[in-house]
């Protein structure tokens, strides 16, 4: 009896066992699947390489000019018959002469223009289209001393140096001689803002422009006698040519 207790319980206990051991295999999570994914062909696309245009420099043409070159023509004469004197008169005191050609005061009027024999201008280089001589009263402004005054008024021009234009006047006391005054070729007349003096130390050459250092000229005719009736003047009310001498140059 004892013996069969114990068989029972022995198989109840082993029953019991496998029935536990069936349910824990029966909940036993199947093992897991691992899902692999499948590579994915990439397909590497080389992209293609940029291209850079480089625009060709743009070259603009430079047209250099020629140097512009100053030709000083030379003037155009126009031919006109002047007298060959004029008489005396309240405004030209003693009359003027045009000098016959090679006589001494041709060739003296000349000669203070630098024009000689032997110079870089020559007579026969030079075109004298007006030269007219005469003799008055010193130059107004001057107080003292009050003297007679030879006078030579020329126009012309060289031919062989077409810059060697204009007009000048040339004076002549006891105590020297010269070139006094220059003016552009072009200009006219005897007024203010036409004629440059310098003293002699100061000049650098023989026509407008080139006649004094710069800055160193002055206008003769600042405060001209135009207008000033001849003897109603005294020495110092004007500048310049004498109301006496002014008539013997009017129209030259």
Not at 129 to 154: F, K, L, Q, S, T
Request: charged share 15%.
């Amino acid at each position: 009896m004892r013996r069969t207790v114990a068989f029972l319980l022995t198989a109840a206990v082993l029953t019991a066992c496998g029935e536990s051991t069936l349910q824990t295999a029966d909940t036993t999570a199947p093992p897991s699947t691992a899902s692999t994914t499948m590579p994915v062909e990439t397909t590497a696309t080389t992209a293609a390489p940029a291209t850079t245009t480089t625009a060709a420099p743009t070259t603009t043409a430079t047209t250099t000019a020629p140097p512009t070159t100053t030709t000083t023509a030379a003037p155009t004469t126009t031919t006109t018959t002047l007298p060959p004197s004029g008489p005396a008169s309240a405004d030209c005191i003693d009359g003027w002469i045009t000098p016959a050609e090679g006589s001494p005061e041709w060739v003296d009027g000349l000669s203070y223009l630098g024009i000689a024999p032997g110079r870089p201008i020559e007579p026969d280089d030079f075109v004298v289209e007006v030269m007219r001589y005469c003799v008055g009263p010193e130059d107004a402004n001057i107080i003292a001393p009050r003297r007679d005054v030879e006078r030579w008024y020329i126009k012309g021009h060289a031919t062989n140096d077409p810059s060697f234009q204009g007009r000048w006047l040339a004076r002549r006391v006891d105590v020297g001689a010269g070139l006094a005054w220059v003016a552009p070729y072009a200009s006219t007349g005897f007024g203010p803002g036409v004629w440059e003096d310098c003293y002699d130390s100061d000049r650098t050459g023989m026509v407008a422009g080139d006649f004094c250092s710069p800055g160193a000229g002055w206008d003769p005719m600042a405060n001209s006698c135009l207008g000033i009736a001849p003897g109603t003047w005294t020495p110092g009310d004007c500048s310049g040519l004498p109301p006496e001498v002014l008539g013997c140059f009017a129209g030259a």
